[in-house]
C-alpha cells in the first residue's frame, strides 16, 4: 500500500559539514530519492528485527501481525519475502500441531499475495 510506504519515509537528521539542513534534503526541501530509499530499506529491516524479537521473546500474536504488515504493504521487499518464509513456517507448525483450521487460513492468506 501507497501510505503504508509514505508512513515509514523518515529523513536524514545528520547534517553535512558547514550545511545547516539534513544531508539528504535539496535546497528546495525535498528528500533525495536514494536517502529515501535508504530510509526505507533502514526502517524495514528494523521492523523485521522486531518482529524476530516478538517471536523468539515468546510474543508469537505481535511477530505474527507485524510479518503480515511486512508481506503485505511491502511485498516487493527483501523484508517482505524474509517474512513471508517465517509465516509459512509458522504456518506449517499449526499444521504439524494440529492447528489445521489456523494453517490453512495463514497458507490462504499467503496464496492470496501470489497475483
Known amino acids: 500500500m501507497e501510505s503504508g510506504r509514505n508512513s515509514l519515509m523518515m529523513e536524514s537528521r545528520a547534517t553535512a559539514p558547514g550545511r ?6 535539496e535546497a528546495d526541501g525535498s528528500v533525495k530519492p ?7 530499506q533502514a526502517l524495514l529491516g528494523r521492523l523485521l528485527a522486531m518482529a524476530h ?9 505481535q511477530a505474527t501481525e ?8 511491502y511485498p516487493e521487499t527483501p ?29 490462504e492468506r499467503l496464496m492470496g499475495m501470489e497475483g
Open 66 to 73: 507485524l510479518y503480515w504488515t511486512l508481506a503485505e504493504d
Open 20 to 25: 545547516s539542513e539534513p544531508a539528504a534534503l
Open 79 to 107: 523484508q517482505a519475502d524474509a517474512a513471508r518464509a517465517v509465516l509459512l513456517g509458522l504456518a506449517e507448525g499449526y499444521e504439524r500441531n494440529e492447528a489445521r483450521h489456523m494453517a490453512r487460513s495463514m497458507y
Open 34 to 40: 536514494e536517502a529515501g530509499a535508504a530510509a526505507n
Open 53 to 61: 524479537r516478538y517471536r523468539s521473546d515468546g510474543n508469537l500474536r
